[in-house]
T-cell receptor
Framework: GQQVMQIPQYQHVQEGEDFTTYCNSS?????IQWYKQRPGGHPVFLIQ?????EVKKQKRLTFQFGEAKKNSSLHITATQTTDVGTYFC?????????FGAGTRLFVKA | NAGVTQTPKFQVLKTGQSMTLQCAQD?????MSWYRQDPGMGLRLIHY???????DQGEVPNGYNVSRSTTEDFPLRLLSAAPSQTSVYFC???????????????FGNGTRLTVT
């Protein structure tokens, strides 16, 4: 089945610094989704990318889908304490949505 | 709309006990699924359903049963609880549009299960 590797596992940043998490697959993906989970909460859908080379922005968040559709990234510009949590990428195929292990973001004020 | 509702929020079981985790959604979603979340391992798919009467196994189905008698409900049964099943369990639903079933998932608040 499809698998995605997500790095890094953890990231500590100072408030105002940028943050990036990466998602990589050995196979071509039909799409990729990104979710955010606040500490103690449940995952919340952020965005879905489907086109090769696609770039989408949500305020300070920038999502990219690689040209070969085998990797994706989430970049946060000028992190804030409200950005803390775990960011997951997820891929769908065969009726299943499979999640990466997640990147946990810590932001120090 | 309540969205996806899971009960109970917390549960402690002894090894060998059985129980059912409840999940209900009021969005008329065809697709429902169960995940477990363990530290450092992300969310792992246990079982899923593409509609009433249809269920199938995910990545880690052993020790769990599901059924889907209605569109709204998708209970998860632990047959004989083991300490390895200590985890946080999330139910999720989506519009599940065929043929790709790649609609965004809506998650419940989770059930924290401890097996001693």
């Amino acid at each position: 089945g499809q698998q995605v590797m997500q790095i890094p596992q953890y990231q500590h940043v100072q408030e105002g610094e940028d943050f990036t998490t990466y998602c990589n697959s050995s196979t071509t993906l039909s799409n990729i989704q990104w979710y955010k989970q606040r500490p103690g909460g449940h995952p919340v859908f952020l965005i879905q990318l489907v086109k090769s080379g696609e770039v989408k922005k949500q305020k300070r968040l920038t999502f990219q889908f690689g040209e070969a559709k085998k990797n994706s990234s989430l970049h946060i510009t000028a992190t804030q304490t409200t950005d803390v949590g775990t960011y997951f990428c997820a891929v769908t195929g065969g009726f299943k949505t499979i999640f990466g292990a997640g990147t946990r973001l810590f932001v120090k004020a | 709309n309540a969205g996806v509702t899971q009960t109970p929020k917390f549960q402690v079981l002894k090894t060998g006990q059985s129980m059912t985790l409840q999940c209900a959604q009021d969005m008329n979603h065809e697709y429902m699924s169960w995940y477990r979340q363990d530290p450092g391992m992300g969310l792992r798919l246990i079982h899923y359903s593409v509609g009433a009467g249809i269920t199938d196994q995910g990545e880690v189905p052993n020790g769990y049963n599901v059924s889907r008698s209605t569109t709204e409900d998708f209970p998860l049964r632990l047959l004989s609880a083991a300490p390895s099943q200590t985890s946080v369990y999330f139910c999720a639903s989506s519009e599940g549009q065929a043929p790709y079933y790649n609609s965004p998932l809506h998650f419940g608040n989770g059930t924290r299960l401890t097996v001693t």
